[in-house]
Protein backbone atom coordinates (compact mmCIF):
# COMPACT_ATOMS: atom_id res chain seq x y z
CA UNK A 1 0.00 0.00 0.00
CA UNK A 2 1.55 3.26 -0.86
CA UNK A 3 1.36 5.54 1.80
CA UNK A 4 1.34 9.52 1.32
CA UNK A 5 2.37 12.46 3.49
CA UNK A 6 -1.46 13.08 4.02
CA UNK A 7 -1.33 10.02 5.88
CA UNK A 8 -1.79 9.08 9.82
CA UNK A 9 -1.52 6.35 11.70
CA UNK A 10 -3.58 6.64 14.95
CA UNK A 11 -2.70 4.01 17.76
CA UNK A 12 -5.83 4.15 20.14
CA UNK A 13 -5.81 2.60 23.55
CA UNK A 14 -2.90 0.50 23.55
CA UNK A 15 -3.11 0.54 27.68
CA UNK A 16 -2.64 -1.72 30.38
CA UNK A 17 -5.56 -2.42 31.56
CA UNK A 18 -6.50 -3.19 28.57
CA UNK A 19 -3.90 -5.59 27.47
CA UNK A 20 -3.84 -9.02 29.94
CA UNK A 21 -4.00 -8.29 33.66
CA UNK A 22 -5.05 -5.31 33.21
CA UNK A 23 -8.36 -4.15 34.53
CA UNK A 24 -10.45 -4.31 31.21
CA UNK A 25 -8.21 -6.67 29.23
CA UNK A 26 -9.42 -6.93 25.56
CA UNK A 27 -8.85 -10.87 24.83
CA UNK A 28 -5.10 -10.64 23.25
CA UNK A 29 -4.67 -7.49 23.26
CA UNK A 30 -1.03 -6.86 23.77
CA UNK A 31 -0.74 -9.34 20.38
CA UNK A 32 -1.09 -6.07 18.58
CA UNK A 33 2.13 -4.18 20.01
CA UNK A 34 4.26 -6.37 17.35
CA UNK A 35 2.57 -5.54 14.55
CA UNK A 36 2.09 -1.90 15.52
CA UNK A 37 5.77 -1.74 15.74
CA UNK A 38 6.50 -3.63 12.63
CA UNK A 39 4.36 -1.33 10.24
CA UNK A 40 5.05 2.33 12.50
CA UNK A 41 7.98 3.33 10.15
CA UNK A 42 6.11 3.55 7.47
CA UNK A 43 4.20 6.26 8.81
CA UNK A 44 5.11 9.75 8.95
CA UNK A 45 2.72 10.65 11.13
CA UNK A 46 1.63 8.80 13.96
CA UNK A 47 -0.84 9.52 16.90
CA UNK A 48 -1.84 8.28 20.06
CA UNK A 49 -5.03 7.72 22.20
CA UNK A 50 -5.43 7.44 25.98
CA UNK A 51 -8.52 6.35 28.15
CA UNK A 52 -7.92 9.19 30.78
CA UNK A 53 -11.04 8.66 33.20
CA UNK A 54 -11.54 10.08 36.86
CA UNK A 55 -12.95 8.61 39.79
CA UNK A 56 -16.23 7.50 39.87
CA UNK A 57 -16.49 7.84 35.98
CA UNK A 58 -20.54 7.38 34.72
CA UNK A 59 -19.07 3.85 32.68
CA UNK A 60 -17.93 2.27 35.59
CA UNK A 61 -20.50 -0.08 37.16
CA UNK A 62 -19.12 0.85 40.80
CA UNK A 63 -20.87 4.42 40.33
CA UNK A 64 -24.52 2.98 40.31
CA UNK A 65 -25.10 0.78 43.14
CA UNK A 66 -26.78 -3.00 42.45
CA UNK A 67 -25.40 -2.57 38.98
CA UNK A 68 -22.48 -5.05 37.54
CA UNK A 69 -20.41 -4.86 34.14
CA UNK A 70 -22.20 -5.23 31.67
CA UNK A 71 -25.28 -3.92 32.31
CA UNK A 72 -26.89 -0.73 30.47
CA UNK A 73 -27.85 2.48 32.15
CA UNK A 74 -29.79 5.56 30.32
CA UNK A 75 -27.70 8.49 30.25
CA UNK A 76 -28.55 12.05 29.12
CA UNK A 77 -26.34 11.46 25.83
CA UNK A 78 -27.95 7.94 25.65
CA UNK A 79 -27.73 4.53 26.61
CA UNK A 80 -24.49 3.22 28.68
CA UNK A 81 -23.03 0.26 28.65
CA UNK A 82 -20.64 -0.13 32.10
CA UNK A 83 -17.40 -1.43 32.66
CA UNK A 84 -15.37 -1.90 35.27
CA UNK A 85 -13.64 0.94 36.80
CA UNK A 86 -10.91 1.15 33.85
CA UNK A 87 -7.95 3.53 32.76
CA UNK A 88 -8.62 5.82 35.69
CA UNK A 89 -5.79 8.96 35.87
CA UNK A 90 -2.99 8.54 37.41
CA UNK A 91 -3.06 4.95 37.73
CA UNK A 92 -0.52 1.97 36.35
CA UNK A 93 -3.55 1.01 34.29
CA UNK A 94 -4.30 4.17 32.16
CA UNK A 95 -0.65 4.55 31.09
CA UNK A 96 0.32 3.21 27.32
CA UNK A 97 2.08 -0.30 27.68
CA UNK A 98 5.90 0.18 27.71
CA UNK A 99 6.44 -2.38 25.44
CA UNK A 100 4.65 0.02 22.83
CA UNK A 101 7.62 2.46 22.02
CA UNK A 102 6.67 5.06 19.15
CA UNK A 103 8.82 7.83 20.40
CA UNK A 104 7.98 9.62 17.32
CA UNK A 105 4.67 10.25 18.27
CA UNK A 106 3.49 13.93 17.64
CA UNK A 107 0.02 14.07 19.51
CA UNK A 108 -1.10 11.45 22.62
CA UNK A 109 -4.91 12.70 22.47
CA UNK A 110 -6.59 12.15 25.90
CA UNK A 111 -10.76 11.25 26.10
CA UNK A 112 -13.00 9.93 28.07
CA UNK A 113 -12.18 12.20 30.46
CA UNK A 114 -15.54 14.30 31.65
CA UNK A 115 -17.03 11.98 34.12
CA UNK A 116 -20.75 12.88 32.95
CA UNK A 117 -20.05 11.17 29.60
CA UNK A 118 -17.82 8.22 28.32
CA UNK A 119 -15.85 8.64 24.48
CA UNK A 120 -14.93 5.44 22.57
CA UNK A 121 -14.19 7.45 19.59
CA UNK A 122 -11.31 9.60 19.28
CA UNK A 123 -13.05 12.07 17.76
CA UNK A 124 -16.46 12.92 19.27
CA UNK A 125 -17.70 11.84 22.95
CA UNK A 126 -20.78 9.48 22.79
CA UNK A 127 -23.01 11.80 22.33
CA UNK A 128 -21.87 11.97 18.99
CA UNK A 129 -22.02 15.55 18.90
CA UNK A 130 -19.29 16.71 21.71
CA UNK A 131 -15.54 17.11 20.09
CA UNK A 132 -12.34 15.92 21.43
CA UNK A 133 -10.71 18.30 18.99
CA UNK A 134 -8.80 16.05 17.09
CA UNK A 135 -10.81 16.78 13.60
CA UNK A 136 -9.50 20.35 13.81
CA UNK A 137 -5.82 19.14 14.70
CA UNK A 138 -6.13 16.94 11.66
CA UNK A 139 -7.60 19.54 9.48
CA UNK A 140 -4.81 22.06 10.29
CA UNK A 141 -2.13 19.41 9.61
CA UNK A 142 -3.69 18.45 6.69
CA UNK A 143 -4.29 15.22 6.88
CA UNK A 144 -6.60 12.97 4.70
CA UNK A 145 -6.52 9.53 5.66
CA UNK A 146 -5.91 7.88 8.67
CA UNK A 147 -5.33 4.47 9.55
CA UNK A 148 -6.47 2.78 12.80
CA UNK A 149 -4.91 -0.01 15.26
CA UNK A 150 -5.28 -0.99 18.68
CA UNK A 151 -8.23 -1.68 20.95
CA UNK A 152 -10.52 -2.51 21.20
CA UNK A 153 -11.71 -3.08 17.29
CA UNK A 154 -15.14 -3.44 17.74
CA UNK A 155 -15.36 0.09 20.13
CA UNK A 156 -12.99 2.69 20.59
CA UNK A 157 -11.12 1.88 16.80
CA UNK A 158 -13.93 0.94 15.40
CA UNK A 159 -15.90 4.31 16.61
CA UNK A 160 -12.74 6.23 15.74
CA UNK A 161 -12.74 5.06 12.29
CA UNK A 162 -16.78 6.20 11.45
CA UNK A 163 -16.13 9.39 13.12
CA UNK A 164 -13.20 9.82 10.78
CA UNK A 165 -15.55 9.35 8.05
CA UNK A 166 -18.09 11.41 9.14
CA UNK A 167 -15.97 14.15 9.92
CA UNK A 168 -14.61 13.74 5.66
CA UNK A 169 -11.48 11.08 5.89
CA UNK A 170 -10.51 8.56 4.31
CA UNK A 171 -10.56 5.92 6.80
CA UNK A 172 -8.42 2.14 7.41
CA UNK A 173 -8.30 -0.09 9.79
CA UNK A 174 -5.68 -2.52 9.98
CA UNK A 175 -7.62 -5.22 10.97
CA UNK A 176 -4.68 -7.41 12.33
CA UNK A 177 -3.22 -4.89 14.63
CA UNK A 178 -6.67 -4.46 16.39
CA UNK A 179 -8.22 -6.98 18.99
CA UNK A 180 -11.55 -7.21 19.24
CA UNK A 181 -13.78 -7.51 23.03
CA UNK A 182 -17.18 -9.08 20.88
CA UNK A 183 -20.12 -8.92 23.11
CA UNK A 184 -23.58 -9.03 21.79
CA UNK A 185 -22.62 -9.34 18.33
CA UNK A 186 -20.76 -6.18 18.35
CA UNK A 187 -17.86 -7.46 15.95
CA UNK A 188 -20.37 -7.85 13.16
CA UNK A 189 -22.59 -4.51 13.99
CA UNK A 190 -18.80 -2.45 13.51
CA UNK A 191 -18.29 -4.41 10.32
CA UNK A 192 -21.54 -3.80 8.66
CA UNK A 193 -21.22 -0.39 9.83
CA UNK A 194 -17.89 -0.29 8.10
CA UNK A 195 -19.30 -1.41 4.79
CA UNK A 196 -21.87 0.91 5.03
CA UNK A 197 -19.85 4.17 5.53
CA UNK A 198 -17.05 3.09 3.08
CA UNK A 199 -14.29 2.83 6.43
CA UNK A 200 -11.70 0.53 4.37
CA UNK A 201 -9.98 -3.07 6.26
CA UNK A 202 -6.95 -4.05 5.06
CA UNK A 203 -3.80 -6.51 6.98
CA UNK A 204 -0.60 -5.10 8.09
CA UNK A 205 0.83 -7.33 5.23
CA UNK A 206 0.29 -4.53 2.74
CA UNK A 207 3.32 -2.41 4.64
CA UNK A 208 5.57 -4.84 4.51
Known sequence: MNLARHDALIVVDV????????????PDGDAVIDVIQR??????????????????????????????????VKLACGEQRLWPDHCVQGTCGAELHPHLKLPQAELILRKGFR???????AFFENDH???????????????????FAGLAYDFCVGFSALDARTAGFEAVVIGDA???IDVEG???????DFARHQVVLTDSSQFV
Open 15 to 26: QNDFCPGGALPV
Open 39 to 72: IASRFEHILLTQDWHPPGHCSFASSYPGRKPGDA
Open 115 to 121: KEIDSYS
Open 129 to 147: TTPTGLVSYCRERNFQRMF
Open 178 to 180: CRA
Open 186 to 192: SVAAIES
